[in-house]
């Protein structure tokens, strides 16, 4: 397998992102050159066992066509919401049949928290390898957490020139403490006999820094870069 080429693979694909906004606002002819640009990347893992090693760790969203993160990309073009980074983090260390993995979004409310990422929304799946190139994922629980309010905030809640009372101090400690958790059922998607039942997600190439996938039915594709932010 020629390294170089893979590299140049990588390169023209992540170009090839620029300026969509994480595929917000690409439109299909762009998604199409986009796509093209995947398969000529992916050719060079296909027929390749899974390497759970190299998919341990902290990945960040370059690029997605799956339509709940689109909303979500769109949505931050209104005033009231900004969505900041998106990470999706797999702790499998160790492990060749499964682990943990943390859909991490980092947004804010202008004025109210600390610009872009203010608080953050994680979604926890525990998954399971399905295949040599597949896992299944069983979403467990959906939390917001990890409150920054913005000093605006601060200064309307307990000013600095009037004493600060026992209730504006308890609600600021109540919105930095803020951790709210909604367990998940998570949609069941019936597989084979052989595979366990969830959301299976294909992972179309992986290396020690670039991560492809492609989410079963209309869940949509994802370009991922390794980082150790978060």
């Known amino acids: 397998m020629n390294q170089e080429m893979i590299e140049r693979a990588k390169m023209e694909l992540l170009q090839s992102v620029l300026d969509t906004d994480r595929g917000s606002s690409a439109l299909i002819e762009k998604r199409a050159i986009i796509e093209e640009a995947m398969v000529e990347l992916e050719k060079f893992d ?61 947004w804010s409310i202008p004025g109210l928290l600390q610009e872009n990422e203010g608080a953050t929304l994680i979604v926890t799946a525990q998954f399971s390898v399905a295949s040599s190139r597949s896992i299944v994922l069983q979403f467990q629980e959906a939390r917001v957490g990890e409150v920054e309010i913005s000093a605006d905030l601060q200064a309307f809640l307990a000013p600095a020139f009037l004493p600060r009372t026992f209730l504006n101090l308890q609600i600021l ?43 079963l039915g209309s869940g949509g ?7 150790q932010s978060y």
């Open 173 to 215: 400690q109540f919105l930095r403490s803020l951790d709210v958790r909604v367990p998940l059922a998570g949609r069941q998607i019936q597989s084979t006999e052989r595979a366990p039942i969830g959301l299976r997600y294909y992972l179309t190439f992986l290396d020690n820094n670039m991560l492809l996938g492609r989410a």
């Open 46 to 106: 296909a027929g390749l066992p899974l390497k759970l090693e190299h998919l341990d760790g902290t990945w960040l969203l370059q690029y997605t066509t799956a339509p709940d993160v689109i909303s979500l990309l769109q949505a931050s073009q209104l005033p009231f919401l900004q969505v900041g980074q998106v990470y999706q983090q797999f702790k499998c260390r160790g492990s060749t049949l499964g682990g943990t993995v943390k859909n991490i979004v980092r």
């Open 221 to 227: 594709v994802f370009i991922f870069s390794r980082t």
